[in-house]
């Protein structure tokens, strides 16, 4: 940096931020406020680092979640004291669970402040406990600063971005937490008795401190166990779930074809679409369906997990029958991922070099499975797309809405889910192609909060990809201010929202039973369309109900973000029951024809 700092405030500042761009750090979030000043300025002022304007603070932490999780390198998030730093907090529990890397900078006041009254004053110090990676109440920036002190404020940032990124203090990524104080003035004000001189860093650019972290690679007994297993599986199975890891397709779907292990994709982990499925006969997603009405049949003997939880409960609870003699979890980050109990090896190593290594030693291996095991799953999945394509016909439903959504993306394009019913539609009605289409879930804490912020910070990180956010009427409504950021921070999506009204995941609880207060409590109506939402933030808007009128109007809301750099709300609405009777009637004709295909 060049520009003389004004005080000493400043100084903290623009080293700080001066090391975080060497360290890598390219874009921050910024909510405004007064007592973050001096880091604002010092943002502002950075040529290297993008800087994102949000007026809303969880709307900011959410769009740096989409921002980071899309982008899978540390974004900065920065707001004044007090509440603002509150708002953060379900951003921060999301990108915990979901191993996202933030790096929160919360202002402060002075230590004299706290706990006395001071306006704008709670204790923020480890405010956020356990969901983050590390906290530190950074230093109270001094007048006539020691040499040592101001290494430390390199030192920190270059640490900070580290533990984020997962490169120290661990291998999982997530927040990371730093609260500045700062007392007046906060502004580029000078202060003759600051002695404001900034050391010079290190020589081209480098960081300060440069922190690097080895490959971690699968050690000879792991390799052995996995192989030894493999070998003598009669029906093994691959399960890839959220997060398992961008690159894993390309080598899993060829090791799966080797060895003769479905793979079962759930449709977050980037393996159901991926280009690499192309031909391949060995890439499941119909099984949220097909194990509804296939009661028989056997589970693997042999489970290899990679990546999150299933989002299908029928698949998770097959994957953990008591038949199931060998199950694995190959991580990459070394969190735990097991609320069954069930894993006897927690393998925690880069899975992409598994799968290569393991693919070469069991390269020309002889196999003897159970191939009517194995053809049975497969006429199992091709009777459930079958009888979706018989039902597409019929009066249409959410979970048709989702499969058209899919169908109609172009190749390479991206999709944000919102949780709830809308990610289960999606598990249940996408069928796997090879388009190359990359989703993304806050499926950390599966909160529906910041559904709108975090997809389109997802989109800035995509610019150059049209990004299609799937949502329900709920979701949507709990984050509508996020829509601000479309014309703030100049992105663009296509959103699905699909309106039935209320909660109407709650229809398959058993506390349907009990209303009132079932209704009010629980569903909550609100009647609410979405179009003076889209009349506010200068959105285009359709309302359609058939099938044709959506297929037509979602092509060419997508090919007006494409060509225009429009965004479009494109609103659905159901109704739950109806469409929970069309989900039944699928699965309906799949159990059919899984009689008929286990008579024959």
């Given at each position: 940096m060049t520009i003389q700092p004004a005080n000493r405030n400043l100084l903290w500042t623009q080293i700080f931020v001066e090391e975080l761009a060497r360290s890598g750090l390219q874009a921050v979030c910024i909510a405004p406020g007064s007592r973050s000043t001096p880091l604002v300025m010092a943002f502002a002022e950075h040529p290297a680092i993008k800087v994102y304007s949000?007026?809303?603070?969880?709307?900011?932490?959410?769009?740096?979640?989409?921002?980071?999780?899309?982008?899978?390198?540390?974004?900065?998030?920065?707001?004044?004291?007090?509440?603002?730093?509150a708002n953060f907090y379900p951003a921060i529990i999301e990108a915990h669970y979901s191993r996202v890397p933030l790096l929160v900078l919360t202002a402060d006041r002075p230590p004299e402040l706290r706990e006395t009254g001071a306006n704008q004053t709670v204790d923020q110090v480890k405010l956020y406990g356990d969901h983050v990676r590390w906290a530190v109440?950074?230093?109270?920036?001094?007048?006539?600063?020691?040499?040592?002190?101001?290494?430390?404020?390199?030192?920190?940032?270059?640490?900070?971005?580290?533990?984020?990124?997962?490169?120290?203090?661990?291998?999982?990524?997530?927040?990371?937490?730093?609260?500045?104080?700062?007392?007046?003035?906060?502004e580029p004000i000078p202060v003759p008795s600051d002695d404001t001189r900034v050391p010079a860093g290190r020589v081209d650019a480098k960081p300060f401190t440069r922190i690097t972290r080895g490959e971690l690679l699968s050690s000879a007994d792991q390799l052995e166990t996995l192989v030894n297993v493999i070998r003598q599986a009669k029906r093994g199975a691959f399960y890839v779930g959220s997060r398992a890891g961008d690159n894993v397709a390309a080598g899993l779907i060829p090791l799966a074809e080797s060895v003769q292990f479905p793979i079962f994709a759930d449709a977050l982990s980037n393996v159901r679409f991926a280009l690499e499925t192309k031909d391949s006969a060995w890439v499941f997603g119909g099984h949220d369906t097909f194990l509804r009405a296939d009661k028989t049949l056997p589970s693997p003997d042999v489970v290899i997990q990679i990546g999150g939880m299933p989002t299908s409960q029928a698949l998770d609870d097959w994957l953990n029958t008591d038949t199931t003699e060998y199950r694995a979890l190959i991580s990459a980050h070394g969190m735990w991922t097991d609320p069954n109990h069930r894993i006897d090896d927690f393998i925690v190593t880069d899975p992409v070099e598994l799968i290569g290594t393991l693919a070469q030693t069991l390269d020309d291996v002889e196999f003897e499975r159970d191939t009517n095991w194995i053809e049975r799953v497969r006429a199992n999945e091709g009777a459930v797309w079958d009888a979706v394509d018989q039902e597409a016909d019929g009066d249409y439903f959410d979970g048709m809405i989702v499969a058209d959504v899919i169908d109609l993306l172009p190749r390479n394009a991206v999709v944000f889910v919102a949780n709830s019913l809308p990610v289960r539609h999606l598990e249940q009605f996408a069928r796997p192609n090879a388009k190359g289409i990359t989703v993304y879930c806050n499926r950390g804490a599966s909160g529906i909060d910041g559904t709108v912020s975090s997809a389109l910070g997802v989109a800035a990180a995509n610019r150059n990809r049209p990004l299609a956010l799937i949502t329900g009427d709920l979701a949507f409504y709990h984050d509508m201010n996020g829509l601000l950021a479309i014309k703030r921070c100049g992105v663009n999506f296509t959103s699905v929202v699909i309106n039935n009204d209320g909660g109407g995941i709650f229809y398959r609880l058993p506390v349907n039973q009990f209303d009132p207060p079932f209704t009010e409590l629980f569903v909550t109506p609100h009647g609410m369309t979405f179009e003076g939402a889209a009349m506010q933030?200068?959105?285009?808007?359709?309302?359609?109900?058939?099938?044709?009128?959506?297929?037509?109007?979602?092509?060419?809301?997508?090919?007006?973000?494409?060509s225009q750099d429009k965004s479009t709300i494109l609103e659905v609405p159901t109704d739950f029951r109806a469409d929970d009777a069309r989900r039944r009637a699928v699965i309906a004709r799949v159990v059919e024809q899984?009689?008929?295909?286990?008579?024959s």
């Amino acid at each position: 940096m060049t520009i003389q700092p004004a005080n000493r405030n400043l100084l903290w500042t623009q080293i700080f931020v001066e090391e975080l761009a060497r360290s890598g750090l390219q874009a921050v979030c910024i909510a405004p406020g007064s007592r973050s000043t001096p880091l604002v300025m010092a943002f502002a002022e950075h040529p290297a680092i993008k800087v994102y304007s949000h007026i809303d603070e969880r709307s900011a932490a959410f769009f740096a979640l989409g921002l980071a999780l899309a982008g899978d390198r540390p974004v900065a998030l920065v707001c004044s004291s007090g509440t603002a730093t509150a708002n953060f907090y379900p951003a921060i529990i999301e990108a915990h669970y979901s191993r996202v890397p933030l790096l929160v900078l919360t202002a402060d006041r002075p230590p004299e402040l706290r706990e006395t009254g001071a306006n704008q004053t709670v204790d923020q110090v480890k405010l956020y406990g356990d969901h983050v990676r590390w906290a530190v109440d950074v230093t109270l920036p001094e007048a006539q600063p020691a040499a040592v002190t101001l290494r430390s404020i390199r030192t920190l940032a270059a640490r900070a971005y580290a533990v984020a990124n997962g490169t120290a203090n661990g291998i999982a990524k997530g927040a990371v937490h730093l609260n500045f104080p700062f007392r007046k003035p906060l502004e580029p004000i000078p202060v003759p008795s600051d002695d404001t001189r900034v050391p010079a860093g290190r020589v081209d650019a480098k960081p300060f401190t440069r922190i690097t972290r080895g490959e971690l690679l699968s050690s000879a007994d792991q390799l052995e166990t996995l192989v030894n297993v493999i070998r003598q599986a009669k029906r093994g199975a691959f399960y890839v779930g959220s997060r398992a890891g961008d690159n894993v397709a390309a080598g899993l779907i060829p090791l799966a074809e080797s060895v003769q292990f479905p793979i079962f994709a759930d449709a977050l982990s980037n393996v159901r679409f991926a280009l690499e499925t192309k031909d391949s006969a060995w890439v499941f997603g119909g099984h949220d369906t097909f194990l509804r009405a296939d009661k028989t049949l056997p589970s693997p003997d042999v489970v290899i997990q990679i990546g999150g939880m299933p989002t299908s409960q029928a698949l998770d609870d097959w994957l953990n029958t008591d038949t199931t003699e060998y199950r694995a979890l190959i991580s990459a980050h070394g969190m735990w991922t097991d609320p069954n109990h069930r894993i006897d090896d927690f393998i925690v190593t880069d899975p992409v070099e598994l799968i290569g290594t393991l693919a070469q030693t069991l390269d020309d291996v002889e196999f003897e499975r159970d191939t009517n095991w194995i053809e049975r799953v497969r006429a199992n999945e091709g009777a459930v797309w079958d009888a979706v394509d018989q039902e597409a016909d019929g009066d249409y439903f959410d979970g048709m809405i989702v499969a058209d959504v899919i169908d109609l993306l172009p190749r390479n394009a991206v999709v944000f889910v919102a949780n709830s019913l809308p990610v289960r539609h999606l598990e249940q009605f996408a069928r796997p192609n090879a388009k190359g289409i990359t989703v993304y879930c806050n499926r950390g804490a599966s909160g529906i909060d910041g559904t709108v912020s975090s997809a389109l910070g997802v989109a800035a990180a995509n610019r150059n990809r049209p990004l299609a956010l799937i949502t329900g009427d709920l979701a949507f409504y709990h984050d509508m201010n996020g829509l601000l950021a479309i014309k703030r921070c100049g992105v663009n999506f296509t959103s699905v929202v699909i309106n039935n009204d209320g909660g109407g995941i709650f229809y398959r609880l058993p506390v349907n039973q009990f209303d009132p207060p079932f209704t009010e409590l629980f569903v909550t109506p609100h009647g609410m369309t979405f179009e003076g939402a889209a009349m506010q933030y200068g959105l285009d808007y359709t309302r359609v109900s058939d099938r044709a009128a959506f297929r037509t109007a979602f092509a060419q809301a997508l090919q007006a973000q494409i060509s225009q750099d429009k965004s479009t709300i494109l609103e659905v609405p159901t109704d739950f029951r109806a469409d929970d009777a069309r989900r039944r009637a699928v699965i309906a004709r799949v159990v059919e024809q899984v009689a008929v295909n286990t008579n024959s």
